[in-house]
Nanobody
Framework: QVQLVESGGGLVQAGGSLRLSCAAS????????MGWYRQAPGNQRELVAA???????NYANFVKGRFTISRDNAKNTVYLQMNVLKPEDTAVYYC???????????WGQGTQVTVSS
């Protein structure tokens, strides 16, 4: 089992910045990819960014150039630096961890990000 705990959400004005953190605990050696997804009301959950244990990253087109994902393997923590935030970035952001060689994945409880115009 893997437990994921997010922090760093909140309310920010358009153009502002937030940094999300996700700390993993438990069977962390099983984790390959960690990432962030988001879900706005009435929408499906969508990938924002992901990073493998080796540091390879993948970003959704709508955040390229604005968001940066990073990972501290020593602290078992993944970060999402969000800059130039837009009202359409408003959503609940979920941390995700995928297990090596398996379809198993884990989710955090989610953290609300609200961007006011």
């Amino acid at each position: 089992q893997v437990q994921l705990v997010e922090s760093g959400g909140g309310l920010v004005q358009a153009g502002g910045s937030l940094r999300l953190s996700c700390a993993a605990s438990g069977n962390i050696l099983s984790i390959n990819t960690m990432g962030w997804y988001r879900q706005a009301p009435g929408n499906q959950r969508e990938l924002v960014a992901a990073i493998t244990i080796s540091g390879s990253t993948n970003y959704a087109n709508f955040v390229k150039g604005r968001f940066t994902i990073s990972r501290d393997n020593a602290k078992n923590t993944v970060y999402l630096q969000m800059n130039v935030l837009k009202p359409e970035d408003t959503a609940v952001y979920y941390c995700n961890a995928k297990v090596f060689g398996s379809a198993r994945q884990y989710w955090g409880q989610g953290t609300q990000v609200t961007v006011s115009s």
